[in-house]
């Protein structure tokens, strides 16, 4: 099977659907004759033309308020917000528009749209550029949130989430884009919702999204070298949550690691370490524990910022530290 970058595995998602289906179009900042800040959108200005993809004024609050419109309309918008952190300045038209009205007119409008977010530290981008933001958003009540960690999940799950009629939240790890995974030719979606075992084990389960999957399948290469077997979790969709799969793992190898970027106070880790808690705390023999960044925002130096993400070694000392209990 061929191998394309994570970039390249959305792009062809994006132009299948604007194929397919007339009503789907592209917007945001530079992602036109530019092909975006990441160069995702490279090439579809060419085929699709100014009426299909198109760039918009820098207002994040602007062009996804937007989409809110165009979704309500009949539209199939999928609006790329350059750097997630900016999301904060959309909060309003993502949280209590584009979130709420199916809800709030008993089903009689949607708002079927994709928000596309880069997200993510380890590209000396700063406090700014840098942050993961999937906590900000999974304790809103109507929004989907997504956050592939291979080309293959990219494409099925952007294909499936530009389909349903629910908002979405679409997070690309700015360091997954040059990331090469097999991706078949023919056509094929990922459902939402659904997790997926990357690498199965019998001692210890790590649980990750994203960019933190690579990390955790490094680990767990090197666990298995001292005799400890390692099963992975990719979650994919965090909102909603595959705890079906989720305690299944922690069921099987009765302890668990919980590893993501964000800050570990209030970050996502802690609702999956809940709901472990609540439906299967009677198969734990010790403690979950939980990987990520410290309490500060994201550093601008280079060895700062090393130092605040997450690492392979952090993981391997978590595992060993929930065996020894």
Request: contains cysteine; proline residues 5%.
């Amino acid at each position: 099977m061929r191998e394309i970058m994570y970039r390249d595995a959305i792009r062809e998602a994006l132009a299948e659907e604007m194929r397919a289906n007339p009503r789907v179009f592209v917007m945001g900042e530079d992602v036109a004759a530019h092909g975006g800040n990441f160069l995702v959108t490279t090439g579809l200005y060419e085929e699709f033309g100014e009426g299909r993809i198109f760039d918009t004024p820098l207002s994040e609050s602007v062009l996804v308020g937007a989409g809110v419109g165009a979704a309500m309309l009949g539209m199939r918008p999928v609006v790329e917000v350059m750097y997630a952190d900016f999301a904060a300045i959309a909060m309003d038209a993502l949280v209590n528009h584009a979130a709420k009205v199916s809800y709030m007119s008993g089903g009689a409008v949607m708002a079927p749209m994709v928000v596309r977010m880069a997200y993510g530290a380890g590209r000396r981008s700063g406090a700014h550029h840098s942050q993961s933001v999937e906590s900000w958003l999974t304790n809103v009540a109507g929004l989907t949130i997504v956050a592939p960690s291979t080309a293959y999940d990219a494409k099925g799950l952007l294909k499936a989430a530009i389909r349903t009629p629910n908002p979405v939240v679409f997070l690309e790890h700015k360091l997954l884009y040059a990331k090469k995974s097999e991706v078949p030719e023919g056509e094929y979606t990922v459902p939402l919702g659904l997790a997926d075992v990357k690498r199965t084990g019998e001692d210890v389960t790590l649980i990750a999204f994203g960019r933190m999957v690579d990390v955790c399948l490094s680990a767990a290469r090197t666990l298995v070298k001292e005799g400890i077997s390692v099963e992975v979790v990719d979650l994919r969709s965090l909102q909603p949550l595959d705890e079906e799969t989720i305690l299944a793992s922690v069921k099987k190898t009765g302890r668990l690691v919980i590893v993501h970027e964000a800050p570990v106070r209030g970050g996502f880790g802690s609702e999956v370490a809940a709901v472990v808690s609540e439906k299967a705390l009677g198969y734990l023999d010790s403690p979950i524990k939980r990987v990520g960044a410290p309490w500060v925002p994201v550093p601008f130096s280079p060895s700062l910022e090393d130092a605040y993400l997450p690492q392979e070694s952090d993981v391997v000392a978590a595992a060993k530290s929930v065996l020894a209990n």
